[in-house]
């Protein structure tokens, strides 16, 4: 039996094998504090129990039964938690201009902070299927990459980003990057989507309800999911929805669903130069509307709202904009409370990371730390679509863990506090 009992020897054996990785076959941590994001509460005292890549038993450390095949590990005072994951990135926009090694170096930087697997939300997928496969198989350091394929009406593929996402062909008419209308041939475009190695398919702009349908209809018969934004005009809201889509991303959107008064009212919510507006003022102007019926479509739809505040909080300090901040979170803080189930995604282009907006939920949004948490792992699985593999601590899941010196449930400052990171059961030093 080889049993370690000290802190000291453990980080001494990742960090002489190499600056981040080691690995045992089989290994077990006991005395653990772990954050059950089902139950939401701290199980004390308990050993996780890795085989390979994969969680093999959880139990009381003291029925832990020791043999010599088990590297046994002793991690008293340290909190686990499911391996974070952001719901929504962009690492491949423009693969010429972000560079290559830039991405490994953000990668590396994601993994060692607690990420282990991110959505990215549409990018150049002939980019990210290389990086995708280097990061599962541990060529290089990073989070599990699931991409997606983009799907939006013709008039979309203008835009230049997706010219930039395109290059060496042409926008809107590549595999991971197609323009739909009603002469599309749904089975051979979302067949070519699949072929990618595309995890979802994004439903960005321009589709009508039916084309919407269509996409999702055919999708379902291939065995891809399906991500939207939470309006694509002249779309509204309520009909991606219920049209089967499993997340929506941008909780700003869902003032679509009424897009007359959404027009109507935007002038005034701008302020003019040298203005203040009060909590008070848009406390009044949040509850002059009513998303009760979009939050009991998600609930009844099961379709996770990925709300990105990281994207509102940058227009905090706009005139133009900052009713886009003041808004998003009201929203976002009453669908939590309605039961509508939010995940965490990032959208800053790699600026920050999924923590950040795990502080704004918490800070921000009303969310109580343990809520933050469970929208970081649990709910951004769901809306990723690997809920069955990853985002809860459960046998037979991988072994994807996130271990914290400190406990991040009394204070969500404390995700910051990272010991150890741990990903397809990989052992990862962050100093």
Request: proline share 3%; net charge negative; glycine share 6%.
């Amino acid at each position: 039996m080889k049993y370690i009992k000290s802190l000291i020897v453990i980080t001494f054996f990742i960090t002489s094998i190499c600056n981040a990785q080691f690995s045992f076959d089989n290994y077990a941590m006991h005395n653990l504090n772990v954050i059950d994001v089902n139950s939401k509460k701290i199980l004390k005292d308990y050993s996780i129990v890795i085989h390979n890549d994969l969680i093999v038993n959880i139990l009381p450390t003291k029925n832990f039964i020791e043999n010599d095949s088990t590297h046994s590990i002793n991690l008293k005072n340290t909190f686990v938690l499911p391996g974070l994951i952001d719901a929504h990135v962009h690492f491949a926009t423009d693969p010429t201009e972000e560079r290559r090694d830039n991405a490994e170096k953000v990668l590396k930087e994601m993994l060692l902070t607690g990420i282990t697997s991110v959505r990215d939300m549409a990018g150049d997928t002939r980019a990210l299927s290389g990086l995708s496969r280097n990061t599962l198989v541990g060529d290089i350091d990073g989070p599990n990459i699931y991409y997606s394929a983009l799907m939006a009406g013709p008039d979309f593929f203008a835009d230049p980003r997706t010219i930039a996402t395109a290059q060496g062909g042409i926008s809107g008419k590549m595999p991971y990057m197609k323009a739909i209308d009603s002469t599309s041939n749904l089975t051979l475009e979302i067949a070519q989507a699949r072929g990618t190695g595309a995890a979802g398919i994004k439903l960005y702009a321009n589709l009508s309800s039916r084309e919407i349908n269509n996409i999702v209809k055919e999708a379902k018969n291939q065995g891809i999911n399906v991500w939207a934004h939470a309006a694509l005009m002249p779309t509204k809201p309520s009909d991606i929805i219920t049209s089967g889509v499993i997340s929506v991303s941008h909780v700003e959107m869902l003032l679509y669903e009424n897009f007359d008064s959404r027009k109507e009212t935007i002038d005034k919510w701008k302020i003019s130069e040298n203005e203040t507006k009060s909590n008070n003022y848009w406390d009044d102007e949040f509850n002059k509307l009513d998303f009760s019926q979009l939050y009991q479509l998600m609930i009844d739809n099961n379709v996770i709202l990925d709300a990105t505040m990281t994207v509102y909080e940058g227009y905090k300090q706009s005139l133009e904009n900052s009713w886009r901040y003041q808004l998003g979170k009201r929203i976002t803080n009453q669908a939590n409370q309605k039961g509508v189930l939010i995940a965490a995604g990032s959208d800053s282009d790699q600026k920050t990371f999924v923590q950040y907006e795990m502080k704004l939920l918490v800070n921000e949004c009303g969310f109580s730390p343990f809520e933050g948490i469970v929208a970081a792992t649990k709910n951004s699985a769901m809306a990723t679509g690997i809920l069955e593999t990853e985002g809860t601590i459960e046998t037979g899941k991988k072994a994807n863990l996130l271990l914290l010196n400190s406990d991040p449930t009394t204070d969500i400052e404390n995700i910051d506090n990272v010991f150890m990171v741990i990903k397809n059961g990989k052992l990862y030093n962050p100093k």
